[in-house]
């Protein structure tokens, strides 16, 4: 049985806190990062709510990103790599059970302000 995308975009979007954690340690300007980080966060929340086929979401995926027209090439970028991650969860058992144990990692407790004794960075 083929994992729903909804599925799997629903636990992806747990997994973006390591993402925000690695993002506010850097000390470099991480606008990008951030615009980049909320388009994904709102792909893949419109994805648990449309709920796509598996055999349609790569079909989906080109509806939202043209919906955006000429200007999307983000979007388009970001489609790509949230409809690999979702083939990988598909194929790779170990990814998909990180996946579904809430994608812990060290750089998402220290998103939280975990990572060190007292939350302090």
Do not use: H, N
């Amino acid at each position: 049985m083929r994992a729903r995308p909804a599925e799997v975009c629903r636990e992806l979007l747990a997994a973006l806190t390591a993402s925000e954690g690695r993002r506010a340690r850097r000390k470099r300007d991480t606008t990008p990062d951030a615009i980049g980080l909320a388009m994904k966060r709102e792909l893949l929340e419109r994805a648990v709510v449309a709920d796509p086929e598996p055999e349609g979401f790569e079909g989906w995926l080109c509806r939202e990103c043209d919906a955006v027209g000429a200007g999307g090439g983000g979007l388009r970028a970001i489609a790509l790599v949230v409809f690999e991650e979702w083939r990988l969860a598909e194929e790779a058992k170990e990814f998909r059970e990180w996946l579904a144990c809430g994608a812990p990692s060290e750089d998402a407790a220290a998103g939280r302000g975990e990572g060190r004794p007292g939350g302090a960075e």
